[in-house]
Structure formats: C-alpha cells, structure tokens
C-alpha cells in the first residue's frame, strides 16, 4: 500500500511534461491512447512518471526530438541553477544589510545614553555651578 501512495506522489500531469518539453498536451495524450506512452487516468486528466516518459523518449523519440528535449533540459537546469544562487545571493545582501541596521541602531543608542548620563557632558556641569553663583550674589544685595 505504502509503494502505492510513493507512485502516486511521483504522478506528473502530462501538461507539465509538455511545458518543459517539446510537445503539446494532446500529443502526449494521444501517445497515452496509443498505449506508446505509460499513463495513470485520474479523473479525466493523465499523469504520468519521468521514469515512464524517459522510457516513451528512450524507445519512440526521434533524434531531433532528443537533441531539443536535452537542450531544453539543460536550460532548465542552468536556470534553477542559476536562481539558486541569485537567491543565495539576496539572502545574504539582507542580512548583512540587517546587521548594519542593528549596529547603526546599537550606536545611535549607545551615544545617546552617554550624552544624557549626569556629568558626562562639560557644559550641563558648568552651567550648573554659574547659576548657583548667580542666585547667591542676587541674595546678597
């Protein structure tokens, strides 16, 4: 029951063969009526393996066919390949573009807790003893 439910997994409709590859989908369902290509019906629609289409392409493809199929394959390939690495590559802009964030963030926080402490700053602590003078000599006339 289990190596069912597996087959079943690996059923590809056949639209999605012929997408990637080099024919229709009423090419490929006629293949399947012609009993050329292996194919599971569910409901009213075919699915089929790779496994069972490199076997119809191995046996019945024409050479030109191959040449294309392979061709395209290979694109596909290099395409996923190639968005991969784009997305590899994106990820990795953002997070170093996170940890310049968090770091700018840290130090503007940083200066901002050293500016406020109580007699860090020269001025705050000057301005303080001139007002105390002032108040006494105003106290004494």
Do not use: C
């Not at 090419?27 to 076997?55: C, H």
């Not at 046996?59 to 190639?82: F, G, H, P, T, W």
């Not at 802009?93 to 901002?112: D, G, R």
């Amino acid at each position: 029951m289990q190596n069912n439910n597996q087959n079943e997994k690996q059923l590809i409709p056949l639209r999605q063969f012929a997408k990637r590859g080099p024919y229709s989908p009423a090419y490929l369902s006629l293949l399947v009526q012609r009993g050329k290509l292996k194919a599971k019906k569910i409901g009213r629609n075919y699915y089929t393996t790779q496994e069972w289409f490199n076997e119809y392409f191995e046996i019945y493809a024409r050479d030109e066919k191959r040449a294309s199929y392979n061709k395209l394959v290979n694109k596909q390939v290099k395409a996923a390949k190639y968005k991969e690495l784009y997305r590899l590559h994106a990820l990795k802009i953002m997070v170093v573009s996170i940890v310049i964030f968090i770091i700018i963030i840290l130090s503007s926080m940083l200066y901002t807790s050293l500016e406020s402490a109580p007699g860090r700053v020269a001025g705050e602590s000057e301005q303080a003893e001139i007002s105390t003078s002032t108040i006494i000599l105003d106290n004494s006339n």
